[in-house]
């Protein structure tokens, strides 16, 4: 491990001396090479779908991890609109003249070597490896072993473009030790590694945050919520929430819990259950709820579950004010959603709420850093220090100061 993060370390070197002309060459050909490279990789992730079905993996897992010619064309999609970003890296963030006359820059840098942990989403590899490649940094890779087979096949296509460039392959790679002994390793190597993305599930995430000695950035759990509002245009209202629900009940940025105001209950629910049943979503509910339509019991551990599947909770709440209380409660700072047309309301909503997405009548879905403009995203960050939210390019660079003088002493 440590000979392999030397490497990496080295490797970092080497990323410095590129123009941001000659990373958006190389990125395009990596986009290239996957597209003709697709069968490979389709072959490759089939053997990782076989062996999910064979260990009973669940079918919201299953679709996180399928790779078909369409997915992977979003992927080169994805390295492509990662290519057309702005140059992150060098940029003067401020500068001014101090009284002794410095001049003083803060200028954008790479952070260094970033190490990223993750599960199930193939794509993830490609996509986290080309917004590191553009901002400068090396990755060092770790998926989840369930898609081992396909990880491998996509770090191959990447890497084998980065030697066509005479680049060193160690500026994307996978890590040599994949089981939780080379996790923990790897989480302790703060002389080589700058920082540390987990992202996945709970557990996965609070092991890295008790046990690393490199800076972390958490993907934690999306416990998202929706909060239709009296005042709410039901329809638009009832189109959001199952888009937020079943759109891909699978990912982070799916509704996990819908709030109704008591004001509108009795005529939206009915309405509402008639919609999900059609979406095959099973419904959890509070006491209020049970008593308008039939749906088996929440309780509170269910309202601090993130399920990735199609169950949802419903709680009726007496209007914003208990909608905000029990976001502050089970919400975990990813991304809550408020439909109403009463600006006041709404305001309310959007300035109380402290999650790294507030939406006024949109999906949660929306969280995600392509639909943000970031061309991908390693992350949804539910941090409050460093980068927030869809974690782009701009989060993967940190700053210096350069200072010019001319003799001034103190």
Same mark, same amino acid.
């Given at each position: 491990?440590?000979?392999?993060?030397?490497?990496?370390?080295?490797?970092?070197?080497?990323?410095?001396?590129?123009?941001?002309?000659?990373?958006?060459?190389?990125?395009?050909?990596?986009?290239?090479?996957?597209?003709?490279?697709? =069968?490979?990789?389709?072959?490759?992730?089939?053997?990782? =779908?076989?062996?999910?079905?064979?260990?009973?993996?669940?079918?919201?897992?299953?679709?996180?991890?399928?790779?078909?010619?369409?997915?992977?064309?979003? =992927?080169?999609?994805?390295?492509?609109?990662?290519?057309?970003?702005?140059?992150?890296?060098?940029? *003067?963030?401020?500068?001014?003249?101090?009284?002794?006359?410095?001049?003083?820059?803060? *200028?954008?840098?790479?952070?260094? $070597?970033?190490?990223?942990?993750?599960?199930?989403?193939?794509?993830?590899?490609?996509?986290?490896?080309?917004?590191?490649?553009?901002?400068?940094?090396?990755?060092?890779?770790?998926?989840?072993?369930?898609?081992?087979?396909?990880?491998?096949?996509?770090?191959?296509?990447?890497?084998?473009?980065?030697?066509?460039?005479?680049?060193?392959?160690?500026?994307?790679?996978?890590?040599?030790?994949?089981?939780?002994?080379?996790?923990?390793?790897?989480?302790?190597?703060?002389?080589?590694?700058?920082?540390?993305?987990?992202?996945?599930?709970?557990?996965?995430?609070?092991? $890295?945050?008790?046990?690393?000695?490199?800076?972390?950035?958490?993907?934690?759990?999306?416990?998202?919520?929706?909060?239709?509002?009296?005042?709410?245009?039901?329809?638009?209202?009832?189109?959001?929430?199952?888009?937020?629900? $079943?759109?891909?009940?699978?990912?982070?940025?799916? =509704?996990?819990?819908?709030?109704?105001?008591?004001?509108?209950?009795?005529?939206?629910?009915?309405?509402?259950?008639?919609?999900?049943?059609?979406?095959?979503?099973?419904?959890?509910?509070?006491?209020?709820?049970?008593?308008?339509?039939?749906?088996?019991?929440?309780?509170?551990?269910?309202?601090?579950?993130?399920?990735?599947?199609?169950?949802?909770?419903?709680?009726?709440?007496?209007?914003?004010?208990?909608?905000?209380?029990?976001? *502050?409660?089970?919400?975990?700072?990813?991304?809550?959603?408020?439909?109403?047309?009463?600006?006041?309301?709404?305001?309310?909503?959007?300035?109380?709420?402290?999650?790294?997405?507030?939406?006024?009548?949109?999906?949660?879905?929306?969280?995600?850093?392509?639909?943000?403009?970031?061309?991908?995203?390693?992350?949804?960050?539910?941090?409050?220090?460093?980068?927030?939210?869809?974690?782009?390019?701009?989060?993967?660079?940190?700053?210096?100061?350069?200072?010019?003088?001319?003799?001034?002493?103190?």
């Amino acid at each position: 491990m440590e000979i392999f993060l030397q490497e990496a370390k080295s490797a970092s070197r080497v990323l410095s001396l590129l123009s941001g002309a000659q990373k958006n060459r190389v990125l395009k050909e990596m986009a290239n090479a996957l597209r003709a490279n697709t =069968m490979d990789l389709i072959e490759a992730n089939a053997l990782d =779908m076989a062996d999910g079905k064979k260990n009973n993996l669940s079918s919201s897992l299953m679709d996180r991890l399928l790779l078909d010619e369409a997915r992977i064309d979003a =992927m080169a999609v994805a390295i492509e609109e990662i290519a057309a970003l702005k140059e992150p890296v060098g940029r *003067v963030l401020d500068g001014w003249v101090t009284e002794a006359g410095l001049k003083i820059e803060k *200028v954008s840098i790479p952070i260094g $070597v970033i190490g990223i942990i993750y599960e199930s989403r193939p794509n993830v590899t490609s996509d986290t490896a080309a917004l590191c490649f553009k901002s400068s940094n090396v990755c060092v890779l770790k998926g989840g072993k369930e898609a081992q087979n396909s990880n491998e096949a996509i770090a191959k296509v990447l890497q084998a473009t980065l030697e066509r460039n005479s680049l060193p392959k160690s500026l994307i790679s996978l890590v040599p030790d994949s089981s939780r002994e080379g996790v923990a390793k790897l989480i302790k190597m703060d002389k080589y590694v700058d920082l540390i993305i987990p992202r996945g599930g709970e557990g996965l995430i609070k092991y $890295v945050c008790d046990n690393a000695t490199v800076s972390v950035v958490k993907h934690d759990k999306g416990q998202c919520h929706t909060y239709i509002d009296k005042e709410a245009i039901l329809e638009d209202a009832i189109k959001i929430a199952i888009n937020a629900k $079943v759109q891909r009940p699978g990912v982070c940025n799916a =509704m996990e819990t819908l709030l109704v105001d008591s004001a509108i209950a009795k005529n939206a629910l009915p309405l509402i259950k008639i919609e999900f049943d059609k979406a095959n979503t099973k419904l959890k509910g509070c006491l209020k709820t049970q008593k308008i339509i039939d749906v088996e019991n929440a309780t509170d551990e269910d309202y601090d579950t993130e399920y990735l599947a199609n169950i949802l909770n419903i709680k009726v709440v007496d209007g914003v004010e208990e909608a905000i209380e029990h976001i *502050v409660r089970f919400g975990s700072g990813h991304s809550e959603a408020i439909v109403t047309q009463n600006v006041t309301t709404a305001e309310k909503f959007l300035n109380s709420i402290d999650a790294a997405a507030v939406y006024l009548n949109a999906s949660t879905r929306f969280t995600d850093g392509g639909s943000f403009g970031f061309g991908a995203e390693v992350g949804i960050s539910t941090n409050k220090l460093h980068a927030r939210g869809p974690m782009g390019i701009e989060g993967l660079t940190t700053y210096k100061y350069k200072i010019y003088g001319s003799g001034q002493t103190r």
